[in-house]
């Protein structure tokens, strides 16, 4: 049984906005898969909800005819997997959203949901952040878009709004067009896990294939908030594919991350894991952007 | 039909479409709900409550605290109870408790409404502490001027054994020239059953005032007893019924929260009250496996062969007894039974309180431990020597013939070197230990083993007695009622088997009446050990030998034909000469109930009291592919062999041991309970507690050598706990062939691998 003081199922987007702008105190559950464990775990207990399950207007992908891909933020991580448009130009981030916590959870939770939430461990944000995915926000006073670099404010805090919602995501062609991307994502097991560390890479080849011509390298549990590391992707632009590249890649990333240690990992082993997953992850990458290692 | 048959499980299909009635299920509408308040410091006084807040709360009815329960302390084991004072399990604990000592102690209870009124009431509870520094790990419970867990155990020691064998002077062989020498500490974890079915349980009183209580438990009949004593009133005034139950692996082999239930329902008037607890709490407030901390010296010659040991053993046993020092004696005698020493072994074993989670029975009871230290430390000395580790093994290991020198009992059947073989051939260990033998780069692979050997019941240490109870029905068919109890485990289809082969009837007309009643139900301490086929099977032979002479008495009256002539097969009477079938059971049956010349009832009941007991042993062989710069572990492939006796069901025993392997990968790779420094647990949950999941499990491999062991009812022997044993020490042992790092403390994470790899210079 969950201790739920009051519950509000929103109409559409302008419904919420107004029910969270009348509720200083409620939290939005759309999927419920966080929200509902942190009322179970007494941390929301008695709490107000809005809701905005079900809202039809919040779900779908699609593409615009200049090739932006919009994902709508009530889009379970099952749907952004199976979804032939992601399957086809960010195979990555269905490859990413694939590894959330089991089948169940990823057949109710949303990739909204994953992104506000705010944690740094979010399986979909290090490789939103690798395709600069931008975040459209809907409040009283209309709408606004956020870089997905800005919308991180530290552990669980964002830029949104008590009373904005989520309604869009989206990725413009030129951040993925010609990139091949892959995430690892490490968990002390296969299944059932949140990440001890996640990695992201995006990454465009000289027409060649065989040097960098633009990489993005993201992170997630590397500090409070998913991150990229800027410097180390400027500094291997038009880098040959080969061991110092990669080389380049994992000591780069350790000069700019900023691990902590706890009870879940110490800061050593974050640490060796940012060094060696960038690696491994850049490497699948080149091969997923029609490079090949020996080049 | 009969033993050795793969027969599916009488519970199948109630258990797949949700037929099975479990305690939850149970229970009837209208029911109040508990809430246990827990304790948010490890070692201190509670003072005093200010419960005005929480009595606000709409729909709570009371609130019971440590000040109002009956000032009687009492045991919690799920051991046969002993009339000599002195055998007796530790009375440390009571209902709920003032002196606090883990995090999560229980201090009070809420009873209301519902589970939101309850819950919420038990957060605003305000407490007063008179606060002592806690004590978490043994050597800190051992220092000078520690604060006792227990005032009756001023140095918190709960109790020390030694024993020796042969000289019993490790530093004396130690001293022979040439030997090598290794002198070592090795760890164990804290870790859980993780038993699917949280505890839960319902109370009331009927209308005499007799204490009802439904409850997920492995032993009804010692829980009545201990809510007797927790009480303070008479045993028959309690009434536990045992239904379907979601696992218990050792943990409801220990009275958990039934005492308090029946309690507090006596508070509420004997109204129904139903305590059942959250996921969080059964990590946190249950049982756990002893973390053991082993201190071991051993003597090799450069020939191999085992001159001396010595152990000490150092067992946290958590804030209260429970089991008790059962679990160190435990491990330090299998040390013993696994390798004999030329000249002999001596073994020290210090049970210890600490202001941390009660420890308990846990499938395997000490052993799964035992073996790590034993199993490691038998890698490090073969590695020493050079000599491949299997030959080491054969060398060294117990001999048939083996007798325990001090329990008196041995291998009273003995197929351990034959599981050696079978498994050394299944996992290709002389080609794959030269295929890996100088591997280079940062991902590398291994094979490694373990052995082990396990005691089927518990004589002579405790007593071993269990009933049954035969009920002939009108149509010839019957009803069995056992005391021991069905946990999932498959008693209840190897019972059956067990009746179909020693009567003749067939198991599609025998029933296993599955609920435990303690009203009805005929006594048995319960599913523990490795005991319910070998022991409880006795009580169903013997008393399947009574019902079938007077089965065959009847058909002799019936038939006017001597009844040593005759004999029971497929539900005839037949004759033994010729076999030919003379009579139905139907008809006997009914004739039985109803004729009008001899009309009797056909029934049996009989308790066998156990004096035997035998060694079940067995292997694990695991290959393991480790990517050291991750520090992760895959298990590519991996096989139990046991030496189990005959199987009565051979698709039951397979799942027995899918299931101890899983639970030994666990052990070996993922599983621990962590806690801060002040004792509060931090990771009571199943995201942050890693149990592997399918993704993280190979298939799992099984074979058997079935040697017929004489003192088994039906030539069967211990397999319920042997699988979880081997598994861990294979593992590591593994790891160690593949990257040349000894790990000598479980679990065998990735970061507790990587830093071990970094030391190495491997990374």
């Given at each position: 049984m ?7 199922q ?8 107004r ?10 559950i759309?999927?419920?898969?966080d ?10 207990a ?32 099952s749907?952004?997997?199976?979804n032939?448009?992601i ?9 990413a959203?694939?590894?959330?916590g089991?089948?169940q959870?990823r057949?109710i ?31 009283e006073n209309g ?6 670099g800005q919308?991180?404010?530290g552990?669980g805090?964002t830029?949104r ?19 091949g ?5 490490y968990?002390?097991r ?14 465009k080849?000289?027409?060649?294939k065989k ?9 997630g ?24 590249l990669?080389?380049?890649v ?28 960038g ?9 997923n ?6 080049a | 039909?009969?033993v ?6 009488v519970?199948?299909?109630a258990?797949?479409t ?9 229970a009837p ?23 005005d807040?929480a009595?606000?709360?709409?729909g ?5 605290t440590?000040?109002d329960?009956?000032d ?15 055998h007796?399990?530790?009375?440390d ?5 003032q ?9 009070a ?5 519902d589970?939101?009124?309850a819950?919420r009431?038990?957060r605003?509870?305000?407490v ?20 006792p ?5 001023p140095d ?6 030694r024993f ?5 002077d ?10 090598l020498?290794?002198?070592k500490?090795y760890?164990?974890q804290?870790?859980?059953h993780?038993h ?11 209308a005499n005032g ?11 009949h ?12 008479p ?24 005492p308090l239930?029946?309690?507090l329902?006596?508070q ?6 139903r305590?059942e607890?959250?996921?969080e ?13 082993f201190?071991?010296?051993a ?6 062969t ?8 150092f067992?946290?046993?958590g ?13 330090a ?15 020290d074993?210090y ?25 490691a430390l038998t ?23 083996y ?13 351990l ?5 079978k ?12 295929e ?24 002579p240490?405790?007593l071993?007695?269990?009933s ?7 149509d010839g068919s ?7 109890t ?16 020693s ?5 599609d007309?025998i ?15 319960g ?12 009580a169903?032979?013997?008393?399947a ?7 065959l ?6 038939l006017?034909?001597?009844?040593e ?16 079938s ?9 004739e039985?109930?109803y ?11 009989a308790?066998?009291?156990?004096k ?11 290959e ?12 590519l ?14 698709k039951?025993?397979?799942a027995?041991?899918?299931?101890g ?5 666990g ?12 004792g509060?647990p ?14 993280d499990t ?45 790990v ?20």
């Amino acid at each position: 049984m969950y201790d739920i003081e009051k519950i509000y199922q929103a109409k559409d987007v302008p419904d919420a906005v107004r029910a969270l702008a009348e509720n200083p105190d409620a939290v939005v559950i759309s999927g419920g898969s966080d929200v509902l464990i942190q009322i179970r775990e007494g941390r929301l207990a008695g709490c107000s909800l809005v809701s905005i399950h079900n809202i039809a207007e919040l779900k779908g992908i699609e593409m615009d005819k200049d090739g932006t891909i919009l994902i709508r933020p009530a889009t379970s991580f099952s749907h952004i997997t199976n979804n032939d448009i992601i399957k086809k130009y960010i195979p990555v981030l269905g490859d990413a959203v694939d590894q959330v916590g089991s089948p169940q959870i990823r057949n109710i939770g949303t990739v909204g949901g994953n992104v506000c939430n705010g944690v740094t461990s979010a399986d979909s944000a290090s490789t939103l952040f690798a395709l600069n995915a931008v975040l459209e926000l809907t409040g009283e006073n209309g709408t606004r878009q956020v870089p997905i670099g800005q919308f991180y404010k530290g552990p669980g805090k964002t830029v949104r709004e008590h009373s904005e919602i989520l309604t869009a995501i989206r990725i413009t062609k030129d951040n993925y067009d010609g990139f091949g991307g892959h995430y690892i994502k490490y968990g002390k097991r296969n299944a059932m896990e949140i990440a001890t560390l996640g990695c992201s890479v995006s990454v465009k080849l000289t027409p060649d294939k065989k040097a960098i011509e633009d990489l993005r390298l993201a992170y997630g549990v590397a500090a409070p908030t998913p991150m990229r590391c800027t410097e180390t992707e400027s500094a291997v632009k038009e880098m040959k594919i080969s061991p110092e590249l990669f080389e380049k890649v994992g000591k780069g990333a350790l000069a700019e991350v900023n691990p902590r240690s706890s009870w879940r990992a110490s800061k050593e082993f974050r640490l060796q894991l940012i060094e060696e997953l960038g690696k491994r992850a850049l490497k699948q990458a080149i091969i997923n952007a029609g490079g090949t290692l020996d080049a | 039909m009969g033993v050795g048959k793969k027969i599916d499980r009488v519970d199948a299909y109630a258990k797949v479409t949700g037929e099975a009635k479990y305690s939850a299920d149970l229970a009837p509408d209208g029911l109040l709900v508990a809430r246990v308040v827990h304790s948010k410091i490890a070692n201190g006084l509670v003072k005093s409550f200010d419960l005005d807040e929480a009595l606000k709360v709409p729909g709570v009815v009371k609130i019971v605290t440590c000040f109002d329960v009956p000032d009687i302390q009492f045991p919690t084991a799920g051991h046969p109870w002993s009339v000599e004072a002195a055998h007796q399990d530790v009375q440390d604990r009571k209902i709920l408790n003032q002196r606090v000592r883990f995090y999560g102690d229980d201090i009070a209870a809420v009873i209301a409404e519902d589970e939101v009124a309850a819950s919420r009431a038990a957060r605003l509870i305000k407490v007063v502490y008179e606060e002592y520094p806690p004590v978490l790990t043994v050597d800190e419970a051992m220092a000078e001027g520690a604060v006792p867990v227990h005032s009756e155990y001023p140095d918190n020691i709960l109790k020390h054994t030694r024993f020796t064998v042969g000289d019993g002077d490790f530093e004396k062989a130690a001293k022979e020239n040439g030997l090598l020498l290794i002198d070592k500490v090795y760890e164990t974890q804290r870790v859980q059953h993780c038993h699917i079915e949280v505890p839960v349980s319902f109370a009331y009183q009927d209308a005499n005032g007799k204490i009802v209580v439904t409850t997920s438990t492995q032993i009804p009949h010692i829980v009545r007893r201990v809510i007797g004593q927790a009480l303070g009133i008479p045993w028959g005034k309690i009434r536990v019924i045992k239904p379907y139950i979601g696992g218990g692996f050792g943990n409801k082999q220990d009275v958990l929260y039934e005492p308090l239930n029946a309690f507090l329902c006596t508070q509420v008037g004997g109204r129904g009250v139903r305590l059942e607890l959250t996921r969080e709490e059964t990590l946190a407030c249950t049982r756990v496996r002893h973390a053991v901390k082993f201190h071991a010296k051993a003597a090799v010659r450069p020939d191999g062969t085992l001159v001396s040991r010595k152990l000490e053993v150092f067992s946290n046993q958590g804030a209260y007894a429970s089991h008790g020092h059962a679990i160190a004696a435990n491990a330090a005698n299998m040390f013993k039974q696994l390798y004999q020493d030329e000249k002999g072994l001596e073994a020290d074993s210090y049970t210890v309180y600490t202001n941390s989670a009660t420890a308990g029975a846990m499938r395997g009871y000490g052993i799964p431990q035992s073996d790590f230290v034993t199993e490691a430390l038998t890698e490090d000395l073969a590695r020493l020597t050079g000599i491949d580790p299997l030959e080491y093994r054969l060398k060294n290991c117990v001999k048939e013939g083996y007798v325990d020198p001090h329990l008196k009992f041995g291998f009273e059947s003995y197929g351990l070197k034959e599981c050696i073989l079978k498994g050394r051939d299944f996992i290709h260990w002389d080609e794959k230990r030269a295929e890996y033998k100088d591997q280079t780069g940062p991902v590398r692979r291994g094979v490694g083993m373990a052995i082990f050997c396990y005691k089927t019941g518990v004589y002579p240490i405790s007593l071993e007695t269990a009933s049954c109870r035969m009920v002939l029905n009108q149509d010839g068919s019957l009803q069995i009622q056992m005391g021991a109890t069905e946990i999932g485990q498959g008693a209840d289809t190897v019972f059956s088997q067990m009746a179909a082969e020693s009567l003749g009837i067939t198991e599609d007309r025998i029933y296993v009446v599955s609920t435990q009643d303690t009203d009805i139900t005929p006594f048995d301490t319960g599913a523990y050990a490795s005991r319910q086929t070998y022991v409880s099977g006795k009580a169903l032979k013997k008393t399947a030998e009574q019902l079938k002479a007077k089965i065959l008495d009847y058909a002799s009256y019936k038939l006017k034909l001597p009844a040593e002539g005759l004999d029971i097969r497929d539900n005839y009477i037949v004759s033994m000469a010729d076999n030919k079938s003379l009579l139905s059971m139907e008809e006997l049956a009914t004739e039985a109930f109803y004729s009008l010349d001899r009309s009797v009832h056909i029934t049996a009941e009989a308790t066998y009291h156990c004096k035997e007991n035998t060694f079940a042993s067995g292997v694990c062989f695991a290959e393991v592919e480790v990517d050291m710069p991750l520090g992760k572990v895959k298990v590519l492939n991996i096989i139990n062999v046991h030496d189990s006796g005959i199987l009565i069901n051979p698709k039951l025993a397979e799942a027995q041991v899918h299931g101890g392997i899983s639970m030994g990968i666990g052990y070996g790779l993922s599983e621990i309970l962590l806690y801060d420094k002040n004792g509060k647990p931090l990771n009571d949950n199943l995201l942050d507690y890693k149990m592997p999941t399918s993704m993280d499990t190979p298939d799992l491999h099984v074979d058997f050598v079935q040697i017929n062991d004489p003192t088994g009812p039906y030539g069967n022997k211990a397999l319920g706990e042997p699988p979880a044993i081997p598994v861990a020490p294979a593992l590591r042992n593994a790891v160690l062939h593949a990257t040349g790092v000894a790990v000598d403390s479980l679990p065998l994470d990735p970061q507790k691998l990587v830093e071990h790899f970094k030391a190495a210079g491997l990374i």
